[in-house]
Every structure is written in structure tokens, then in C-alpha cells.
């Protein structure tokens, strides 16, 4: 990668400088806060994968202690009671709710599981014979069910916090990888390139200076030369007119205040 | 994503053996929409239920349901779609895998605990 293929399109001004700097920094504060957000949730997320991995075991136990029960409950009616129970289903009476928890800035849901009271479909279930086991078997599975509810909360707090992470990771590499190294390389180019120009301006203005010396020293030259010519003329023509003094007397003064003014 | 997206969301749904299905049930998850198109909140599998329905009832708990929050799924059933589970990555239901009472449970094969030891290189 060429330097000049990777820094912005920008004019090298001292403007554009000052906004490359605020850029720049703003770029490091950015990172560093990703940085930091990044970092608590992960942390987050090893808590939470470490939970899944403990529920998922529970969960295990768990269905295992519900099945028994349920072969107690077949066992005691003494017949299966799948068909009848799943016909006579209607309405749930085990429900959830999502709520929300905030960790840095990402909203988990979490699932929360609550019984609506008063309907109950199963109420002709063993009514004939089992009715004891039956309820005892529903209070295990409504435990149970509460072990997965939790489960599923965290998963999906796994799966959202992986994406979240994911991307903010991207973030940080970005801003770390990519943008304060163009930045910095802007910087760069606008400093040399105003360097540049200043050492043009410098070498122009010797140059000028340089230049107005030269022009003075000729004229100046040329002056004292015009003079000496001019000192040289009066001196031959005050010799030329000194024999004519005698005979002209007004005429002379006046000639010589006119010589004086040629002169000077 | 919006608040409004799941709190509707106060269901589960299942997909089961009959035994699995039937526990659930009485833990009172059961929930059958009103008449003009009622749909239950759970499917019994057996060997005799071809593959192509089982995908079909979980496209339907993942994609079309808006009331579906956790969907429960056996995992020896999960196996038999488990190119849909695999390729499902919403949070959005929720899809757990759990054991049935002939299948013991084998970590190995869920989907998101291969997701979690994948990340922790194991």
C-alpha cells in the first residue's frame, strides 16, 4: 500500500490539519471506549456460556426426574394419557414474559416464566384413578419447565451478546487497523506537504530580497557614475568659461547659478 | 430490534415425542389459538412423521408465529432437521434442544453448546 494511496482526499491546509487532529483523536477516545465495551462483554459472555453449560446439565437431570413421574402418572392411570391430555389443551396456563437488562449498552432480553391462575385444562385428568400422581407429575414438569426457561434466556442472551461482540470487535479492529493509521499518515502528509511550502515561500522570499539587493546595488552604482559624469562636465565647462568672466559680468553670475542648478 | 417484537412473545412451543409432548403439556405450555384457524403450540413426532412435516412446524413456531418466544424441540428430532437448527440463528424464538426419556442427552450434538466449546477451543 502506497502512503499516498492510503491517507484521505484532503488539501493540505492548516485547516484541514486541525480537523485531521481532532479526528485522530477522536479515533483514540473511540477505541479506547470500544475497547473497554468490548472487554465487559466479553466477560459477560464467558460468565454466561459458562451458565449454559452448567443448565444444560441441570437440564438433563432434570427431564430425566420429569419422564420418571410421568411413567409413575402411566403406570397409575394405567393407560397413556397423551391423546386425552392433548386434545383437552386449550389455553396455556404456563406463560413468559421478556424483559430487558442492560449491559453496556446492549439490550439482553430475558425470558421470565409466570402462571396465569384459574384455567386449568386438565381438570378431568385422572379423575378416575392417578389423580395424585397426575398432579405431582404436573408440579415436576412445571419445574422443569422453569429449568428451561432460564436455559433459553441465556441462550439468547449467548446469541445476542455473540453477534453484539462480534461486532464491536470489528469496530475496534477497524478504528485500530484502518483508520488511525490513514489518519495519522494525513497528518503526516499535510505536514510535509506544509513544510514544503514553507520552505518554498522561504527560498522565494531570499530570492526577492536577493534580487531587490542586486537592483539597488546598480542603480545605486549607476547614480554615482551619472554624477561623477555630471561633476566631470561642469568642472571642463567652468574651465571653458573662466577667460569669458572678464568681459561679461552679470551675465556670469547668472550662468553660473545656472550651472550650479544642472548639477545638483 | 423493537421492544413490540417479543413482548408478544409469552408462549412456548414444542416438538416432541409423545411422552415429552404429553409432560409438557400437563406443565400447562399447551395453547390453541381461537377456532377460525386454530393452531396448536405443539407437535407430536413418532417415526411415522416424515421429516419434510417437522420442518414445516418449525418453520411455522420459528418464522410465521409471532406468540412463540422458546421453542422446545427433542433433540433426537432436532438431529433429524438439524440442518434447519443449525442454519437457525435468530434469538428471536428461542430454540432449545432437550432430551427425551429413549434418548439420553448428548452435548455434543446441540447446536449452541458446539457453538459455546467452539469458542472456548475445546
Given amino acids: 500500500m502506497s502512503s499516498a494511496a492510503d491517507r484521505e482526499a484532503v488539501f493540505p491546509t492548516r485547516q484541514s490539519l486541525g480537523l485531521m487532529k481532532a479526528k485522530l483523536k477522536g479515533a483514540e477516545t473511540g477505541h479506547s471506549l470500544l475497547k473497554r465495551k468490548s472487554e465487559a462483554l466479553t466477560k459477560r459472555f464467558r460468565e454466561i456460556t459458562r451458565r449454559i453449560d452448567e443448565a444444560k446439565r441441570k437440564m438433563g437431570r432434570v427431564m430425566q426426574i420429569a419422564s420418571l413421574s410421568l411413567a409413575e402418572v402411566t403406570y397409575a392411570v394405567g393407560g397413556n394419557i397423551g391423546y386425552q391430555i392433548q386434545e383437552s389443551a386449550k389455553s396455556a396456563r404456563f406463560r413468559i414474559r421478556a424483559k430487558q437488562e442492560n449491559v453496556s449498552g446492549v439490550l439482553l432480553p430475558a425470558f421470565e416464566a409466570y402462571q396465569t391462575e384459574g384455567n386449568n385444562d386438565f381438570a378431568m385428568t385422572g379423575l378416575g384413578k392417578g389423580g395424585q400422581q397426575v398432579q405431582r407429575c404436573r408440579e415436576t414438569y412445571a419445574r422443569a419447565v422453569e429449568a428451561l426457561v432460564e436455559l433459553a434466556s441465556l441462550q439468547t442472551a449467548f446469541v445476542i451478546l455473540d453477534e453484539v461482540i462480534k461486532v464491536v470487535n470489528r469496530r475496534v479492529n477497524a478504528i485500530e487497523h484502518v483508520i488511525i493509521p490513514r489518519t495519522e499518515n494525513t497528518i503526516k502528509y499535510i505536514n510535509s506537504e506544509l513544510d514544503e511550502l514553507d520552505r518554498e515561500e522561504f527560498y522565494r522570499l531570499k530570492k526577492v530580497a536577493n534580487k531587490k539587493q542586486r537592483d539597488t546595488a546598480a542603480s545605486d552604482a549607476e547614480m554615482k557614475q551619472k554624477r561623477e559624469d555630471k561633476a566631470a562636465l561642469a568642472l571642463l565647462d567652468q574651465e571653458n568659461q573662466a577667460p569669458e568672466e572678464e568681459d561679461v559680468g552679470g551675465g556670469d553670475i547668472l550662468a553660473g547659478e545656472d550651472d550650479e542648478d544642472v548639477i545638483f | ?122
Fill in chain 2, 1 to 122: 430490534m423493537s421492544t413490540q417484537e417479543y413482548k408478544d412473545r409469552q408462549f412456548l412451543a414444542v416438538i416432541g415425542d409423545e411422552d415429552s409432548v404429553t409432560g409438557l403439556l400437563l406443565a400447562g405450555i399447551g395453547h390453541v389459538t381461537a377456532a377460525p384457524d386454530s393452531q396448536k403450540n405443539f407437535l407430536v413426532v413418532d417415526n411415522k412423521t416424515d421429516n419434510a412435516a417437522i420442518e414445516a412446524a418449525f418453520e411455522r413456531f420459528t418464522n410465521e408465529r409471532k406468540d412463540i418466544g422458546i421453542i422446545l424441540i427433542n433433540q433426537h428430532i432436532a438431529d433429524r432437521i438439524r440442518h434447519v437448527v443449525d442454519s437457525y440463528v435468530k434469538a428471536f424464538p428461542t430454540v432449545l434442544e432437550i432430551p427425551s426419556k429413549d434418548h439420553p442427552y448428548d452435548p455434543e450434538k446441540d447446536s449452541v453448546l458446539r457453538r459455546v466449546r467452539r469458542l472456548f477451543g475445546e
